[in-house]
Every structure is written in C-alpha cells, then in structure tokens.
C-alpha cells in the first residue's frame, strides 16, 4: 500500500509548541487525519482536514496541509504534560475506505 | 452514547488455540472497520463490514482469520489455530452510515492478544 511516514520522536518542554510532521505517497488520499493514543487505551480522532484546505485550526492544534509536497503538520500550542501520548498521522481515499496509518509520533512533555 | 465497545480488553492463548474478538459499533454507526497493531508499529486494516457483508477484506490474512458482522450481536473477529506472531493490539473502528465523506472512524479500546 501507499506510506505514510512520520518522524518517531519528539520532545518539548511543558509550554512550548510541538511541530510534529507527517509525509504521505498517495496522490488520491482525499481526507488526513491526527489521532491521538495514550498508553493502553484506543485512539483519539483529533481533527482532519479536506485535501482542498491548506489550513485548519482548532483551539490549540493547528493542520497544515501541502498538498504539493504531500506533507501534514499538526502543532500545539501550549504543549501540556496532558499532551504526552503517540500521535498518529493517517490518510483515507474517501468515505467508507480504510485508514492507512503513519507508525505514529511519541510525544514526551517535560516540565 | 456509549462509544465503540470491544471485549474482551485482554486475551491470552496458547499457540494452536482460537481466539474470538467482539465489537459493538457505537449506537447507530453501520461500518465495522478491525485494524492490528503490531508493537511500535501503527495500524494496519484488516477488515471492512457492514450488516451481514464484508465489503473489504484486502488486509486479512489468508489463512486463519475471519470476520462477520451479523444482523443482530456484535462484529466478531475470529483468529484460528493462533501463532506468536499474532500478539498485538486489535482495534475495531466504527462510522455511521453517511459520514459526509469525511469518514470519521471512531475507536473502540482495543483488544490486547497475547499468544504463548
């Protein structure tokens, strides 16, 4: 299948912002998605984004999307300890397909 | 509303024994979706359902693994004869009928397997 990859760690302190990044392959993905997995527990739909926005923002995270570059980012703002957790980057063709997932970012928030 | 309901949380059997997995979709979501998780891996689709039809199955396994989502009752992912290599996380995934196109998939918990 096409690959979504992601960079497998990143740490900030308590305060700053995160910056994690997401590249994919699949020209035809439609929908991108930010999941986020605490430890032990199922995943957490964040936000997405349509493939013909640039931009999307809610509260703390923001979703840049180049669809050029096929590149995602999502940042947060005002990293919180609360925030530490894997964060999985994810595409999808259009409704009623599977998810092709990244193998997710470890956050780590220090104080 | 309860969210998407898998059990059990934890299962653990010896290799050669059948594991069943269940998932309850959340209250008036049609699509099933079972996705793996292979330690520090991300995950991977498996299976797509709905009532009583399995619409994409391009991520089983071809031997051992099977999957239904009946009428009535939960989805049921059903491994046979298990392996070692089939320890890892099992996650069912449900949407409703009509999602707007965004197909917003929500998660059950996980069901953590673990073959001796």
């Known amino acids: 299948g096409e690959d979504v990859e992601q960079s497998l760690f990143l740490s900030v302190r308590e305060g700053d912002s995160s910056v994690i990044n997401c590249t994919y392959t699949?020209?035809?993905?439609?929908?991108l998605y930010w999941y986020k997995q605490e430890p032990g527990a199922g995943l957490q739909l964040l936000t997405y984004i349509f493939s013909n926005m640039d931009m999307k923002q809610d509260q703390r995270l923001t979703v840049l999307l180049n669809k050029k570059d096929k590149h995602l980012s999502l940042r947060i703002a005002d990293t919180q300890t609360g925030d530490s957790a894997i964060y999985f980057c994810a595409e999808s063709r259009n409704s009623g397909y599977a998810l092709n997932f990244g193998k997710g970012t470890s956050l780590l928030v220090t104080p | 509303n309860a969210g998407v309901m898998q059990n059990p949380r934890h299962l653990v059997r010896r290799r050669g024994q059948e594991a069943r997995l269940r998932c309850s979709p959340m209250?008036?979501?049609?699509?099933v979706y079972w996705y793996r998780q292979l330690p520090e891996e991300g995950l991977k689709f498996m299976v797509y359902?709905?009532?009583?039809?399995?619409?994409?199955e391009s991520g089983m396994p071809k031997e051992r693994f099977s999957a239904e989502f009946p009428k009535e009752g939960p989805s049921i992912l059903r491994i046979q004869q298990v392996v070692r290599g089939d320890s890892a996380a099992y996650f069912c995934?449900?949407?409703?009928?009509?999602?707007?196109?965004?197909?917003?998939?929500?998660f059950g918990p996980g069901t953590r397997l673990t073959v001796l």
């Open positions: 359902l709905q009532k009583e039809n399995i619409i994409d």
């Open positions: 209250k008036g979501h049609s699509h």
């Open positions: 995934a449900s949407s409703p009928q009509s999602s707007g196109g965004s197909n917003e998939q929500f």
């Open positions: 699949d020209s035809s993905s439609t929908y």
